[in-house]
């Protein structure tokens, strides 16, 4: 057998050790985030991996996700976030079910154009033998693929001479972490462009058709570019492979635009709703608006109410998206791949103030930027490019610190016997110039602190719940309505003090009617550690929204409880 030229045997070499080295970090990224995730899932959570997709009764919760053990951690008084619905879409991802009519999921045309994410988690359920999809094999099918782009990444990297360090920029970005913990499918997204990517780099025809059919089914933005695809391949731009004839070309390239035209007609039939109307029922400047204009309306208003840090974060962001932008559009004339990824830079432009007007939005709307920046720092090395990439990757992580680490509750799952019991009706209450509604007992008949039966991986983190029960005696000569959210409501607030300090505060709503004289138990949860000492005050009292605390018209009416 004759030996390889030195120069072939060199590329062979690096090419085994990049496989080698993306392998090991991919699998290195996998076990750092699922012990962090873990860890925090404990500690904030009381160990309920339900606990970070932030399930409302707002919205309510389906019998299908019950089963599968998820529980929300938030009353009517906050309406949760976004990885709800999609983790409600994971155990019906074909829209069997009827949501048109229920308050389940809050744009059911909108939430499942972004099915991806959902589907996989579902695929990945029935391949383990699960009849429902559990919060945790949700979590871990989104950080599976998140892992497997940062090991793809770092195989790039190295393979391209470059320092695969860098791809931590990406991996360990706070658009990526933050929505990845929260259950939202960003992360997924930007996976599936990096394996487009790639597979368009090295003329991998059948990769990019699966990888961005999928792609487009987690964000349908993401047709843009692969109708850049498709043109440029009709036009000979991208040649792909000699072995693949040029029907087979158009084909695999149209199938990604069919995916996501075929999948909105669908989503419409069983929704009986309008082609894309989800997406179209958002007014101009709510998701899309002119280049950058979003950017600077918000940061004025960050300006005049002195918010610096959301001024610094959008900045950050807005940089790294402004000098992506240029080295794109520089590059255009040279490669047929600066081409095809424009259309999806221009739309990160266009963002609107829905984005904009908070960290979570810019941050999770330029993950996708920061990992294309990474991608060409490979090709087009430049120091302004790098010191974005870091600029906006601090700014990031100090945001998840303090959004996810320094200011996040204590959020232990409500009980099943909580959520059946609310009445959720629409009332009111009618405001009263007199003083005589804010009129209240409460005693303190129950505390319970559970001695943890944990004793798993993250036992140095878990938290269990200590139980309080409280009777509320409406002494008033007015009946109180059940809680609801907005103004007027009345129910039960907590403020969570360390000395003077406030640390967090918080309602419990009514679950029910109380009529004048009438008494009801309400049981909520603290958390529970062995430092907790007499320094830290909870404080009850009943509470009426846009009016005032009972207390601070009578102090018998609070209790104080060290805890």
Known sequence: MQPLPSEQRNDWTLLKKSVAMGV???????????????????YFYAGS?????????????????????????????????????????????????????????????????RNGLPLLA?????????????????????????????????????????????????????????????????????????????????????IYALASSVLVLCRES???????????????????????????????????????????????????????????????????????KAYFTCLWVDIKASDEHDAIYATSCALCLFIVSALVLRGLQKSAEFQAILPHIVLMSMTGWIVWEAGVGFFKNTSSVVLIGTLMLARVPSRLLKTALLFTFLASLHYVYRADVRHQNFLPPLSVQGVADTDRSPKSLVPSDHEAILSSRLELIASESVDSAYAGLFVWFHREPRQYTVRVTNTSNVSWPASIPGSWAISVGRVFKKGKMVLQEDRVPLYKDVAAGESIEITFSVPYSVSSNKKRLLRVSMVQDSREWFYKLDETQKLDIPY
């Open 222 to 292: 993401y047709a843009a570019p692969a109708a850049a695809i498709w043109l440029l391949t009709l036009l000979g731009r991208i040649d792909w492979n000699r072995g693949y004839a040029w029907r087979q070309r158009i084909v695999a390239t149209t199938l990604p635009g069919l995916a996501v035209l075929l999948w909105a007609f669908y989503v419409a039939k069983q929704t009986n709703t309008d082609f894309l109307a989800g997406s179209r029922s958002i007014p101009w400047g709510g998701l899309v608006d002119w280049p950058f």
């Open 49 to 113: 991996y339900s606990g970070p997709l932030w399930i409302s009764t707002f919205f309510g919760i389906t019998d299908k996700s019950l089963e599968a053990g998820a529980r929300p951690v938030f009353h009517d008084d906050m309406p949760g976030w976004d990885g709800q619905f999609y983790y409600t879409q994971s155990n019906d991802p074909l829209l069997q079910d009827n949501y048109k009519d229920s308050k389940i999921i809050d744009n059911v045309s909108y939430r499942y154009q």
């Open 122 to 206: 579902w695929t990945t359920a029935k391949l383990c033998g699960y009849s429902r999809t559990t919060p945790l094999i949700y979590f871990l099918t989104q950080i599976g693929i998140v892992s497997l782009g940062f090991g793809l990444l770092v195989g790039f990297l190295r393979m391209n001479r470059f320092n695969p360090t860098w791809a931590c920029v990406w991996g360990f970005y706070g658009g990526v972490l933050r929505p990845m913990s929260h259950g939202l499918p960003d992360p997924t997204a930007d996976s599936l462009l990096l394996m487009s990517c790639l597979a368009v780099l090295n003329r991998r025809l059948w």
């Open 24 to 42: 090991g970090a991919g699998v290195a990224y996998f076990i750092l985030i699922f012990l962090l995730f873990g860890a925090w899932v404990h």
